[in-house]
């Protein structure tokens, strides 16, 4: 049968050559691709030769190059994971595969917030239950009494009884499970003393998708324009480049503990909207990325009023509100602090973003998060719907962890006093972190670094001596990501530019994680200081 087969391919395809000698194709009509030829053309039944000056006519695929892409991507640029990440990754293969062939034997990143990756355990009572949800035949076995906690247990049924079908591999409604939603609200309103409705919540693989979905619905043309902090998280300023918006940049004062300005604020609205350009939203971080301050109550309510007065809406990213490392400083929600204001639904716009890869949880992989969304017309609100229900659902691991994240053990519980123990474990030791750091880096010759009040970096600054600047010119690099790269090949840590993150022209830093283990940071700060001693005696003016 093959036999017969191949013998009528080949009788077919050499009568469709000769055809298309005698009669050639015009471009309009109709002819077969010739990756459709390939696949009945496998190695096994080589049965026919083209000749040469018939194979240099075949159509070839439409070209695609850097030039020819969406401009959009191209000015689109990620700082956390760009040109340094990448050459950490060649290192660290050449260790791989010639061990004590550089100055170090592995490499240490410090350039993401990615904190299981080094060496940061998971919460117990969450991975428990998460088990249980992804293997509910193992429920009722006796042995699993012995093995998991009883809450756990009973968290994991309870969970389980929300999901239709109890399948936790099935498509979910597009704003998320409806139980956990409710979980999630309800872990808001023990947080923040005010209600919350489960149906304002949308559930995301993370915060950065609920971050794009707002970018999508708020960024029509570059004459819209976001207002975002300087330095900032690089997520805005990318995602607002593939959007093909206006990034209208505020800076934060360095001098005055990164403090944000309203009266900068006003400033930069009104040079935005001078230019023709309509300003839409405020970006807020808080706790800050990658500057660590944490925002004072008295500062966020002028943040609400002049979105109220100017007809912003409020992102509030709140992914590091678990991370507060200082005694004088406390985390509050723009959701609390709109509504302790008597401002509700009619009076300002708000979206506020939670994740689960951050805080003491540290779950980047399981890409968990969500956006509460209010203060928007139920027309618009259709809108975000549409988009949520075009990705059809976010991950039901990542569902779940976000609920057990806002609603965790309790009193009395029989996991609440490991739970405890993890949690305050992990917090006490990177508050130690932050504080070894910060003052390693600012013992070093012309670095400057404010505390880490909260979040997961440090955000130094560095005065780079004109050879060293001139230096970098010269490579046609900037002179932060000289330094940074020049630390990397020589000590093998990980940090990112501070020029990815923008920053006052004229100024360089550079972003450094505190999440290295404990027992890894005396080699951090050992490494950095003897690299940055000889790096400024190396270009010393």
Not at 136 to 148: M, R, Y
Not at 167 to 174: D, E, I, L, M, R
Not at 431 to 454: H, I, M, P, Q, Y
Request: with cysteine; aromatic share 8%.
């Amino acid at each position: 049968m093959r036999r017969f087969v191949n013998g009528r391919l080949r009788s077919l395809i050499v009568h469709s050559l000769q055809q298309t000698k005698q009669h050639p194709i015009r471009p309009h009509q109709h002819q077969t691709p010739p990756l459709l030829l390939s696949r009945f053309l496998s190695s096994s039944t080589s049965v026919v030769d083209v000749p040469n000056s018939m194979a240099d006519k075949s159509p070839h695929p439409a070209t695609v190059t850097v030039d020819n892409i969406n401009p959009k991507v191209v000015k689109c640029e990620y700082a956390v994971r760009g040109e340094i990440v990448i050459l950490a990754g060649k290192l660290q293969e050449q260790l791989k595969a010639n061990p004590g062939s550089l100055p170090f034997d592995e490499i240490l990143y410090c350039n993401i917030g990615n904190p299981q990756s080094l060496g940061q355990q998971p919460i117990t009572y969450f991975r428990e239950v998460l088990a249980l949800c992804d293997h509910p035949a193992i429920l009722d076995k006796s042995e699993t009494q012995g093995l998991f906690s009883a809450d756990s247990i009973e968290r994991a049924w309870e969970i389980l009884d929300q999901i239709p079908g109890r399948a936790t591999g099935a498509y979910s409604h597009s704003q998320g499970i409806k139980g956990l939603r409710d979980s999630i609200a309800a872990g808001i309103e023990a947080r923040d003393g005010y209600p919350s409705d489960p149906n304002d919540l949308f559930l995301t693989d993370g915060a950065s998708p609920a971050v794009h979905t707002m970018m999508t619905l708020l960024i029509r043309s570059e004459k819209d324009g976001i207002l975002c902090p300087i330095p900032q998280y690089p997520l805005y300023s990318a995602s607002i480049a593939l959007h093909g918006g206006t990034l209208v940049p505020y800076y934060l004062d360095e001098a005055s503990g990164w403090g944000l300005e309203i009266s900068d604020l006003k400033k930069q609205l009104e040079d935005a909207r001078s230019k023709g350009v309509s300003v839409r939203a405020l970006v807020v971080i808080n706790p800050g990325n990658p500057t660590g301050q944490v925002l004072a109550e008295d500062n966020q309510r002028q943040i609400v009023e002049f979105c109220k007065q100017e007809g912003l809406v409020l992102l509030a990213d709140e992914v590091y509100q678990e991370n507060v490392y200082v005694p004088d400083k406390e985390f509050h929600s723009f959701k609390k602090v709109t509504r302790s204001m008597g401002y509700g639904e009619n009076d300002i716009a708000l979206v506020s973003f939670q994740s689960v890869s951050k805080g003491y949880y540290g779950e980047c992989g399981k890409r968990g998060g969500y956006m509460e969304v209010t203060g928007f017309s139920p027309e618009v609100r259709e809108q975000i719907y549409k988009m949520a229900s075009v990705n059809l659902c976010s991950n039901i691991s990542g569902q779940i962890l976000s609920s057990l994240v806002m609603s965790p053990p309790k009193v009395g519980d029989e996991s609440y006093e490991l739970y405890l123990s993890e949690k305050d474990g992990i917090l006490s030791s990177l508050k130690r972190r932050a504080k070894t750091l910060e003052d390693a880096l600012n013992s070093l010759e012309g670095v400057t670094c404010n505390r880490a009040e909260g979040a997961m970096y440090l955000f130094p600054r560095i005065e780079l001596p004109q050879k060293a600047i001139h230096a970098a010119e010269a490579a046609k690099t900037a002179p932060d990501a000289f330094y940074c790269k020049r630390l990397l090949n020589a000590t093998g840590i990980v940090v990112v530019p501070g020029s990815g993150f923008g920053q006052v022209p004229g100024t360089w830093h550079f972003r450094c994680t505190i999440l290295p283990q404990e027992d890894k940071i005396p080699a951090v700060v050992d490494r950095l200081t003897e690299f940055h001693k000889k790096f400024m005696d190396e270009f010393r003016d």
